[in-house]
């Protein structure tokens, strides 16, 4: 929920002979996904990054899982990028006000900006998605899981939203719901070693409150 990846920055990767051509077309990307050399996978998951659509999600989703934690690391930022791309430019652009509102402090303008992206694309789960982050900053528990719903509703797999859930659940102590949604975002995308950490202190902090209702 929190991590925030603007539409307008493409994925690269570094240049160097150490990486090979990057994929000429859509079928040499997808073909190469699959390779067992690990700069190949890498330059295909960027490549998807920057040229797929919403429906490309499922691709990336199993890089998440591959044997190389270059591609997993890669993997991560090319589902963000793929998520923040609304197809249009306006929408686009009120979506940057809205982050940089956000990043500001200016919690009800950000509020007020994805509002607007999602009367306009209420299809478009990052929308909710920032909008959920907006209210989360603000202090607006129920307004953020409100919000997160219709993230999953849209994009089941958000790995941003399932932690968001945590994260907000986790603010109004209800540890054992914290706890199983931060497990579901880790079982879509394992590389978050902050929301490992965040179970295990909210392990401790129910196994203290059950000490003290005993």
């Known amino acids: 929920m929190l991590r925030t990846l603007l539409a307008s920055i493409a994925l690269t990767l570094a240049a160097g002979a150490a990486f090979p051509a990057p994929p000429a077309s859509r079928a040499e ?8 050399v690990t700069e ?7 490549w998807v990054a920057n040229h797929g ?17 270059f591609v997993r690391g890669y993997a991560e930022q090319g589902l963000w990028l793929l998520w923040s791309r609304s ?16 990043q500001a ?6 509020v007020a900006a994805f509002s607007e992206v999602i009367r306009s694309r209420p299809d478009f789960a990052e929308g909710w998605n920032k ?24 994009n089941p797999y958000h790995f941003g939203a399932l932690s968001g859930y945590g994260q907000i659940y986790f603010r109004l102590e209800d540890y ?8 579901r975002a880790l079982e879509v995308n394992p ?17 203290e409150k059950r000490g003290r209702s005993t």
């Not at 190949?40 to 960027?46: H, I, M």
């Not at 402090?105 to 950000?110: L, W």
Request: aromatic share 4%; glycine share 6%; proline share 2%.
């Open 105 to 110: 402090g200016r919690h009800a303008e950000a």
């Open 131 to 154: 909008r959920a982050t907006a209210h989360y900053l603000a202090g607006e528990y129920r307004q953020s899981l409100s919000d997160c719903d219709e993230v999953v509703k849209r």
């Open 191 to 207: 590389n978050m070693l902050g929301v490992e950490f965040n179970i295990k202190g909210a392990e401790q902090l129910l196994k």
């Open 29 to 36: 990307a997808l073909a190469a996904l699959e390779h067992p």
């Open 40 to 46: 190949r996978r890498a330059e295909a998951v960027v």
């Open 53 to 69: 659509r919403m429906d490309d999600t499922r691709l990336l989703l199993k890089r998440l899982h591959d044997e190389s934690p």
């Open 176 to 183: 054992e719901k914290a706890i199983a949604w931060w497990r």
């Open 87 to 102: 197809g249009d430019a306006g929408i686009d652009r009120t979506m940057a006000r809205g982050v940089e509102d956000m």
